[in-house]
């Protein structure tokens, strides 16, 4: 636990650690979604898939970002739950750990959306 938990993620430099921790993971899966969907016509002229996986391995790892930031957090408020709760690092502990589990998710959910694009012709409508 840092020993200055309470006044770092109360600065701006902490609390940017903090949601950017919790929402890499959503944005990255959204910029996958939509850049998915943007490739799609231009792969379908061009026969090439490669577009494909060069944004899924990018969105991949900013989600991988986020999870690391949120575990960095995480590490940095203490690893557990305080007892009185209602702090500023309990609430940077919440944050850090909805950060993992949305990262792990939307990771999960941009892998899930990768498959298709080994199987699927883009140009099947």
């Known amino acids: ?23 890499l993971g959503p944005i990255a899966w959204l910029a996958h979604q939509a850049s998915s969907y943007l490739l799609v ?8 898939r490669f577009a494909f ?3 899924s391995v ?3 790892a900013a989600a991988g970002a986020g999870a690391w930031l949120a575990l960095g957090a995480w590490r940095g408020t203490g690893k ?4 009185d709760g209602g702090g ?14 949305a990262s792990g998710l939307f990771a999960l959910a941009i892998v899930a959306q990768w498959i ?4 699927v012709d883009p140009c099947v409508r």
Do not use: K, N, Q
């Not at 298709?116 to 199987?119: I, K, N, V, W």
């Open 80 to 83: 557990g739950w305080a007892d």
């Open 58 to 60: 990018l969105m991949l």
């Open 53 to 55: 996986h060069i944004v």
């Open 88 to 101: 500023r690092s309990d609430r940077g502990r919440f944050m850090a750990v909805a950060g993992m589990m």
């Open 41 to 48: 016509y231009w792969s379908c002229g061009t026969g090439h």
């Open 116 to 119: 298709p694009t080994f199987l």
């Open 1 to 23: 636990m840092r020993p200055d938990a309470d006044t770092y993620y109360s600065e701006p430099r902490g609390m940017l650690t903090l949601w950017a921790g919790l929402l």
